[in-house]
């Protein structure tokens, strides 16, 4: 059974700086791709960020460009996402998913991710 446990959400002043882990278990963590989403009250989930399943290619909402680094150890089947210079409108539960298809591609398209995690709560105070 595959399972992504989320961590290191909390509550940030703007400006300020976050890092979130998922660990990955339950299949082979460098053969898929990775992506995280977030969703804000009252707001549809949308696309965060997402790594190829090599780390070589990387793709960004244009909201968070610049802001945000995504990463990833597969040795530790963990992926990271760095959040540096954080708004007020940051402020979402952040989700990681785990991509269907083996050797993927980075993409925006939530269908292409077939498990997820609890999410974990990011929340920024102007």
């Known amino acids: 059974q595959v399972q992504l446990v989320e961590s290191g959400g909390g509550l940030v002043q703007a400006g300020g700086s976050l890092r979130l882990s998922c660990v990955t278990s339950?299949?082979?963590?460098?053969?898929?791709?990775m992506g995280w989403f977030r969703q804000a009250p009252g707001k549809d989930r949308e696309f965060v960020s997402s790594?190829?399943?090599?780390?070589?290619?990387?793709a960004y909402a244009d909201s968070v460009k610049g802001r945000f680094t995504i990463s990833r150890d597969n040795a530790k089947n963990t992926v990271y996402l760095q959040m540096n210079s954080l708004k007020p409108e940051d402020t979402a539960v952040y989700y990681c998913?785990?991509?269907?298809?083996?050797?993927?591609?980075?993409?925006?398209?939530?269908?292409?991710?077939?498990?997820w995690g609890q999410g974990t709560q990011v929340t920024v105070s102007s």
């Open positions: 339950g299949r082979t963590f460098g053969n898929y791709a």
């Open positions: 790594i190829s399943w090599s780390g070589g290619s990387t």
């Open positions: 998913a785990a991509g269907r298809r083996i050797y993927s591609s980075p993409t925006y398209n939530d269908k292409e991710y077939g498990y």
